[in-house]
């Protein structure tokens, strides 16, 4: 069964940080491209940044680039997402997902995680 856990999330102040985490089982974790998406009321689910960890690539979108860094640990099975110079409109809820296409459309990710709030208070 492929698992795909999210946790990190919170209540933190603009400009602060936060560190999320993804942990995956079920599949091979080298195989996967892990993607990281967001979504806030109202909003359409948006990919914000990927990693293929068979060769390291990452994307990021324009959004969060210079801000958000994604990273894996293979031997843990899991990617993070630190998040520093939060804003305001980075409040949403956060999904791993995990898929064999290098893509930011959410439907093309094969495999979810449940989600963790992120809250950026001003």
């Known amino acids: 069964e492929v698992q795909l856990v999210e946790s990190g999330g919170g209540l933190v102040q603009a400009g602060g940080s936060l560190r999320l985490s993804c942990a995956a089982s079920?599949?091979?974790?080298?195989?996967?491209?892990i993607g990281w998406f967001r979504q806030a009321p109202g909003k359409e689910r948006e990919g914000i940044s990927c990693?293929?960890?068979?060769?390291?690539?990452?994307y990021y979108e324009d959004s969060v680039k210079g801000r958000f860094t994604i990273s894996s640990d293979n031997a843990k099975n899991t990617v993070y997402l630190q998040m520093n110079s939060l804003r305001p409109e980075d409040t949403a809820v956060y999904y791993c997902?995990?898929?064999?296409?290098?893509?930011?459309?959410?439907?093309?990710?094969?495999?979810w995680g449940q989600g963790t709030q992120v809250t950026v208070s001003s």
């Open positions: 990693i293929t960890n068979n060769d390291g690539s990452t």
């Open positions: 079920g599949f091979t974790f080298d195989d996967y491209i």
């Open positions: 997902a995990a898929g064999f296409v290098w893509t930011m459309r959410p439907y093309q990710y094969d495999h």
